[in-house]
């Protein structure tokens, strides 16, 4: 269970609350609970009959689990498009849909046309629906989406549960398993028939609150107690007593809930902050326990002492959970988990309130005529008020820090930080994998934003120096998901699309002034690279469809380097391209290789044992490649990684250094050495000559992005540094001449949110004024809870006087 959803039930379990009634660069992992969040339509429907012959199908939509369908019938051409007769997907659907089967469709809609994910019994497909009024919409099955089996593969039935459970909060989704192969669900047999079960009307329309009136609990326990005194009388009694403390629970923890359910929506604000939220708990809190002061001086003054009178069962509850939340509290100690951080601090603080009145019930002694000096409901809730008071105080300390640690700081002329110049907050859910692009005072950013299933590419032009919006662009809400990095030249800005998982994606050529597009060049795999613009040519990896060379003036084709799959950004270099190929759908040969950049022609190749996926560097006579079995979300099984150096004019290998885990960024050179870092959570010095490693340094976690070298050797006035961060959000600056840390940052302080990830090379941006080097470091990151995932771009200062 995710780590935020599984503080939340256990917060629900310590406030005695009920469940509610009511292979490639990137995977692109999409974890359920974080689909359910921004998903704006889900529902169950209903094949009512297959026509293999056309082919196509007609479905009605039935039960909706979010939002509102907007149409009944759903007529569906089940021919594909160009990727899918390509897999002969339609072939594949047609075996998999009868009359009678149902399906569970998660539905956005993108600009004027509707994106549809359906899912039956493990099989996920996609659909496009077009049309002028939602009446008339008719639907294009586009092709199988094999990857989408992380994200879940059980049956139908079993999905329509954890759909209505995740969105009730009644139990959270199951994670998303990123070692899960792609793959589809089994074949409908001939004469295996669909057991059709009725749909069931209504369902969650939205998220139910959490809070249980108490009417609910006393009212059905008051009748019992009538009928059954014998039986059910105590426990009504008991209910009673502690009537204050449920409700308060139950209120707290649906404001906690809804909090985090809602995070994208309430970012920038108070509430969005912990500091607000436990704020809020604390007072709420606390108007609850005057509450059951006041219900407990009322009961003394009508003599009303056998109501509050602990008994056993207060006894044998209390003791038994306040073990076990010990018990709790001491195996994360023992798996040394950081109690005072998200989400242990608030399983910490829900478990105080329990602890005081458990104390309270034991150690307190009794008032006069055998009654309780106070009531326990009172003790519990204003130990909740402590627990959520202490919460506040911590909390704002660590929003008063910069979350910024000095390390040099021996008075030497070192890099020192500043502070945070601003913070460009897209709007939405949503991440960003791509180093920015600055040019001049514009500054050039892909991101992706999240709607369930769905993700739309973004390209924003922003002010570099106020981050202040000036245009974006997402080809009217139709752009794949963006992870190559933005190339402008001659006022042209070059920019790919997709994922590894994406088909048929483009690259765009576009205005830089406007956003406006000049032209797009279509693929039929993805483009998650980099292009590289020479000498008015374009160069880019199109995953399956290997290596294109396109005018930039009008993107036609000049050539192609067919057969591997190329993920990576090639570099040109005196007439020559040099890249590296990776494992993908269709290709699987790990090659690294040099084309000639006028014909692709091959001019050699060199087979390699794992991916090459990192960009080449090119320095002197040589060419750096990173490889690796691994990926931007995971380690391999077996983690291997390694940085070749080979001879540029003949490709012959001159050395391999190998490291424990996969390397994925581009390494940065000086004369003498190369910098590069790998998923082991290290980066490396290795001598240009042999490969030996001079330094290693630990940063904190897993590194995809390279690193970011300032200063050249020899340059007066400069101090030499290197910028690199982590997939954990851990930020550094490094002194490249023994790799000991100048200062380092750690994201999730400033973003406030228990996950931060870099997969970007940070960019730097240096200048002196007075004999002082101002430096602007660019981070581009993602920033998460289980349910919401934000882009930000963070400009952070650092000077060296």
């Not at 329509?160 to 070692?179: H, T």
């Not at 190749?605 to 490649?625: Q, R, S």
């Not at 997939?727 to 023994?738: F, H, K, S, W």
């Not at 007075?770 to 993602?782: D, S």
Request: aromatic fraction near 10%; hydrophobic fraction near 40%.
């Amino acid at each position: 269970m995710p780590q935020r959803i599984w503080a939340t039930a256990a917060i629900m379990f310590a406030l005695w609350l009920s469940p509610p009634a009511a292979h490639g660069v990137v995977k692109n992992i999409l974890p359920l609970n974080r689909v359910l969040a921004t998903q704006p339509l889900i529902f169950v429907a209903k094949v009512d009959k297959v026509l293999p012959d056309k082919p196509a199908m007609m479905v009605t939509a039935g039960a909706v689990l979010k939002g509102k369908v907007p149409f009944t019938r759903m007529p569906v051409n089940l021919s594909g498009d160009a990727a899918g007769k390509r897999d002969k997907d339609p072939e594949e659907i047609l075996k998999r849909m009868a009359a009678g089967l149902e399906i569970v469709f998660f539905v956005s809609k993108r600009g004027e046309t509707y994106e549809a994910f359906g899912f039956t019994n493990g099989t996920w497909f996609h659909m496009i629906g077009e049309g002028d009024k939602p009446e008339d919409v008719t639907w294009l099955f586009t092709n199988c989406e094999r990857y989408l089996r992380r994200t879940f593969k059980g049956t139908t039935e079993e999905l329509k549960k954890v759909v209505a459970d995740g969105l009730s909060g009644k139990k959270a989704p199951p994670p998303a398993d990123e070692k899960e192969p792609p793959g589809l669900g089994p074949e409908i047999k001939s004469d295996d028939k669909p057991k059709d079960p009725p749909l069931t009307k209504g369902g969650p329309a939205s998220l139910p609150f959490a809070v249980v009136p108490t009417f609910v609990l006393i009212g059905p326990l008051a009748i019992l107690a009538a009928l059954f005194p014998t039986v059910f009388g105590g426990l009504a009694i008991m209910m009673k007593r502690w009537t204050a403390a449920l409700s308060i629970s139950s209120l707290v923890s649906t404001v906690y809930f809804l909090q985090m359910w809602f995070y994208g929506r309430l970012t920038g604000t108070w509430l969005a902050t912990p500091t607000g939220l436990w704020t809020t708990l604390a007072v709420i809190s606390a108007l609850g326990a005057v509450w059951a002061g006041v219900r407990y001086r009322k009961a003394i003054r009508d003599a009303d002492f056998e109501t509050y009178q602990p008994r056993k069962w207060d006894y044998l509850v209390l003791i038994v959970m306040s073990v076990v939340c010990l018990g709790i509290i001491f195996y994360l100690i023992e798996t040394k988990k950081n109690l005072l951080q998200a989400p242990y601090l608030d399983l910490l603080a829900s478990c105080v309130p329990v602890w005081v009145a458990t104390a309270a019930l034991l150690f307190v002694r009794s008032g006069p005529e055998g009654t309780s000096a106070f009531s326990l409901e009172s003790a519990f809730l204003w130990g909740l008020v402590f627990a959520c008071a202490n919460v506040v105080a911590l909390e704002h300390g660590r929003a008063g820090g910069t979350g910024v640690q000095v390390i040099a700081d021996t008075g030497a002329r070192v890099p020192r930080p500043v502070g945070t110049a601003w913070v460009f907050e897209p709007i939405g859910n949503g991440t960003t994998y791509t180093t920015p692009l600055v040019a001049g005072d514009r500054m050039y950013i892909p991101a992706i934003q999240y709607q369930g299933l769905t993700q739309i590419g973004v390209l924003y032009c922003i002010d570099a120096n106020t981050s202040k919006e000036v245009w974006r662009f997402d080809n009217k809400e139709q752009m794949k998901a963006a992870f190559s990095a933005a190339v402008l030249v001659d006022g042209k800005i070059f920019i790919g699309e997709g994922n590894h998982q994406d088909q048929n994606c483009r690259l765009f050529c576009l205005d830089a002034n406007t956003g406006k597009e000049i032209w797009s060049f279509q693929t039929t795999s993805h483009t998650e690279s980099t292009p590289g613009v020479v000498n008015g040519k374009v160069y880019f990896g199109a995953g399956d469809d290997g290596v294109f060379c396109v005018g930039a003036a009008d993107g036609k084709r000049i050539w192609n380097y067919p057969a591997v799959h190329v993920d990576s950004n090639p570099i040109v270099h005196d007439g020559r391209l040099y890249v590296g190929s990776g494992v993908g759908d269709k290709f699987q040969n790990t090659l690294v290789f040099c084309l000639d950049a006028e014909k692709g022609t091959e001019i050699w190749k060199l087979p390699v044992d794992e991916a090459a996926f990192a960009p080449p560097v090119f320095a002197g006579a040589h060419v750096y490649f990173g490889i690796g079995n691994g990926n931007y979300d995971s380690s391999g099984d077996k983690p291997v990684g390694a940085l070749l150096c080979i001879e540029a004019a003949t490709g012959k290998r001159i050395w391999r250094c190998d490291v424990p885990d996969a390397v994925l960024g581009q390494p940065a050179v000086d004369s003498d050495y190369v910098y590069f870092t790998a998923r082991d959570g290290n980066c490396y010095c290795a001598s240009r000559i042999d490969g030996r490693v001079k330094w290693k340094q630990p940063i904190g976690g897993p590194a995809v992005a390279g690193p970011a070298l300032v200063g050249d050797e020899g340059e007066f006035g400069t101090v030499r540094s290197l910028y690199v961060a982590t997939t954990d959000g851990r930020i550094a600056c490094l002194n490249p001449d023994d790799g000991k840390p100048f200062w380092s940052r750690d994201l999730t302080r400033l973003a406030k949110l228990p996950k931060a990830n870099v997969s970007a090379t940070p960019v730097v941006i240096s200048r002196t004024e007075g004999g002082v080097e101002r430096r602007r470091v660019l981070i581009a990151a993602g920033v998460s809870n289980e349910t919401t995932s934000l882009a930000r771009v963070y400009c952070f200062e650092d000077e060296v006087k």
